[in-house]
């Protein structure tokens, strides 16, 4: 079998649909733990537009924080992330405290990436602006920052102000990891230069991956720092046609893993949310919690 040399494996949370329901994401954290899984990863989606034709995955999903405070509780040793909280719909006061919370909760298991958001309702609704989101993502991480690291934490910027104040408690990790998404050349250079790594999205083109690593390493390398992080979700089509990446038998799965693997990417989980057998609301939540197990025990790390 081939090898993943450096590429960590985890997977998605139950979220969405049908296995978001009842007692299925503290069972399946549970035992994604047990079966050596490195992490697991929520997501968020605040509204789904009337007739807008959104896929089923998006119809209904559980916040993501809360599901990460509730996995804290259900597991000992795996990671735990957010992939991604979009930063424009929620103050970075409100988010410090609440990633440091988890954070704590779970023994410093957190990994928070942070997206700019897609939808524009969702920017009507939440009175969040499109404009200018490269700028106000580096002043967001840095009231990140100084909430969880300076002992008095202050900021003084163009679109954020934080008094002289305390924010308790702290984060176990010094510091709290944070990813950043994006697809736009920009976003991924900002990435590699400001924060711990970037994250994909669903709609991402995996066959193409060399070339965004290297936009996102050549920025760490100018920002005089090491390589960052690249995680990979792995939109899975278990049992499909073969013709994109992660789409097939689970020995072909596998394969394009390592092929992942030797591009760069160094940590990939399996997203089975977007399975509709699992992530579609309508389906039955029994039978997609077969599904999801299934599939966790035939591609378990070796």
Do not use: H
Not at 31 to 40: H, W
Not at 83 to 106: E, M
Not at 158 to 173: A, D, I, N, W
Not at 212 to 225: F, G, M, S
């Amino acid at each position: 079998m081939e090898t993943l040399a450096f590429m960590q494996i985890g997977l998605g949370a139950p979220v969405s649909g049908a296995w978001a329901m009842s007692g299925l994401p503290g069972d399946f954290a549970e035992r994604a733990e047990r079966a050596g899984y490195a992490s697991l990863w929520t997501f968020q989606r605040l509204l789904v537009p009337e007739n807008s034709g959104m896929d089923p995955v998006y119809q209904s999903v559980l916040d993501p924080m809360v599901t990460l405070g509730y996995l804290a509780a259900r597991t000992q040793r795996i990671r735990l992330g957010v992939a991604v909280v979009n930063l424009p719909f929620l103050s970075p006061v409100v988010l410090a405290k609440q990633a440091a919370s988890v954070d704590a909760l779970c023994g410093g298991r957190l990994d928070l990436g942070l997206g700019i958001g897609w939808i524009p309702e969702e920017f009507t609704a939440t009175g969040a602006t499109t404009e200018r989101r490269g700028r106000r993502t580096e002043e967001y991480l840095a009231v990140l920052r100084t909430l969880w690291q300076d002992e008095v934490s202050e900021f003084s910027g163009e679109f954020y102000t934080v008094p002289p104040s305390r924010q308790r408690p702290r984060p176990v990790q010094r510091p709290l990891p944070v990813l950043l998404g994006g697809l736009a050349r920009p976003a991924m250079e900002r990435a590699g230069r400001i924060a711990d790594g970037w994250i994909s999205s669903s709609r991402v083109d995996l066959s193409g991956i060399k070339d965004y690593i290297a936009i996102i390493q050549d920025a760490a390398a100018q920002a005089d720092r090491g390589p960052v992080r690249i995680v990979i979700r792995g939109v899975l089509q278990a049992g499909g046609d073969g013709k994109r990446l992660l789409s097939g038998s689970y020995d072909k799965i596998r394969s394009d893993a390592a092929w992942l693997a030797a591009q760069g990417v160094t940590e990939l989980f399996y997203d089975l949310n977007w399975d509709p057998r699992i992530g579609n609301p309508a389906a039955d939540p029994a039978e997609a919690g077969d599904r999801a197990a299934e599939i966790m025990d035939a591609l378990t790390p070796m």
